[in-house]
């Protein structure tokens, strides 16, 4: 079976795996535990978050981690805002937990799934305090221009928060050089298990916890650390980067010239350099993501966390796609494990799967 659905989850990596295997057995200590074992997985916690911060280059104070992407967008969004500007193609940890807030904006992206500054600042008022806005989509891959974005917050004397769970798994992030003050990370997505992550919380910046206990991370996240899986985010975080533009290049090209009538959304925006999100027209999303299953290829269709619901993903209607539309897309997400042969295989495969659909399809012509 060869996997093209990163974006949804990462496989743990064999170094990951033997950098956390440790700490479930011989290194098992409680950190808050004063003996020999508790200091060791003291260590082991304050180093993986060295490795955490240098990966973003922030400082290792400013890593508060948690039980993934999920949460770390929830605390960051804690913040006692009066009013928060977000955009239409969030995740649903954005969208949904701002679902809950009286006063938010939300900011259309264009077509290829940017929000520019200019919609940004158009959105802002004197009294908005946070703006929530993804560095890069989980759907499309569009990667936003943040600095930009994060500098007309500040203009106006807003925080800056971006759910970045897509992003340090695929390029370079650096919290400083984008100026954000609220950066979320997801550890399954970069080659770590899930229910693990972060979230760089930029110094002066105050949060309202949203778990009560003890006073680990800070006093900003209650709860005995999950040691297995702050070791592997840590040993993830310090792993080099695999470009896999090149492939992804290979495979868009591929089946744009064998299948008719296909369209990749967010072209012409920068993209991560691992997501390919394609429209088929005249067929279901969900029908080709069989099709291809039988074949050996696992892709998804719109965002893993909403599969098995028969609406089509609101970011894709966001970046101006009918329903039709929406439900014809396929996406394609690489990783590092992905060969050359299995791209060609792929195509081959799209291609294929998509003629004999059509074939079955009422409405294709
Ligand atoms: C953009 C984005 N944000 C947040 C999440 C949620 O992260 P987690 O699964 O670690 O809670 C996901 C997961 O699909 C995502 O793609």
Do not use: W
């Amino acid at each position: 079976m060869a996997y093209f659905d990163h974006n949804a989850t990462t496989p743990v990596t064999s170094d990951v795996l033997a950098a956390m295997l440790p700490t479930l057995t011989e290194a098992c200590g409680n950190p808050s535990s004063i003996h020999r074992h508790g200091q060791r997985a003291r260590q082991m916690v304050e180093a993986a978050r060295r490795q955490v911060a240098d990966r973003l280059g922030c400082s290792p104070k400013e890593i508060v981690f948690t039980s993934g992407g999920t949460e770390a967008n929830n605390l960051a969004l804690s913040f006692p805002a009066r009013h928060i500007v977000t955009s239409a193609i969030e995740h649903p940890a954005v969208a949904l937990t701002l679902d809950r807030r009286e006063q938010v904006t939300v900011v259309a992206p264009d077509t290829r799934g940017l929000i520019t500054p200019e919609a940004l600042r158009a959105a802002l008022r004197s009294d908005t305090d946070l703006v929530s806005i993804m560095h890069a989509n989980n759907e499309f891959g569009t990667v936003q221009p943040l600095a930009e974005l994060a500098a007309a917050a500040h203009e106006c004397g807003a925080l800056f928060h971006s759910d970045g769970v897509q992003a340090p798994g695929r390029m370079a992030v650096d919290v400083a050089t984008l100026g954000v003050d609220l950066y979320s990370v997801s550890g399954h997505k970069m080659y770590a298990p899930k229910g693990t992550g972060a979230l760089y919380v930029r110094k002066g910046v105050e949060l309202a916890p949203q778990l009560f206990g003890g006073r680990h991370e800070g006093g900003r996240r209650a709860g005995t650390e999950n040691v297995p899986g702050i070791v592997a985010l840590g040993a993830a975080a310090a792993r080099p980067l695999r470009d896999t533009a090149a492939l992804r290049d290979e495979l868009e090209a591929g089946i744009l010239a064998a299948v008719p009538g296909a369209v990749v959304q967010g072209a012409g925006a920068p993209r991560l350099p691992n997501t390919s999100n394609i429209r088929f027209a005249g067929l279901e999303g969900e029908a080709l993501v069989i099709a291809l299953d039988l074949r050996g290829f696992a892709v998804s269709s719109g965002a893993a966390c909403s599969s098995g619901a028969v609406e089509p993903s609101p970011a894709l209607l966001a970046i101006g796609l009918t329903k039709t539309e929406a439900k014809s897309c396929i996406r394609f997400s690489l990783g590092e494990s992905n060969s050359r042969e299995e791209v060609v295989a792929l195509i081959a495969a799209v291609a294929a799967a998509v003629a004999h659909l059509r074939k079955l399809s009422p409405t294709y012509v």
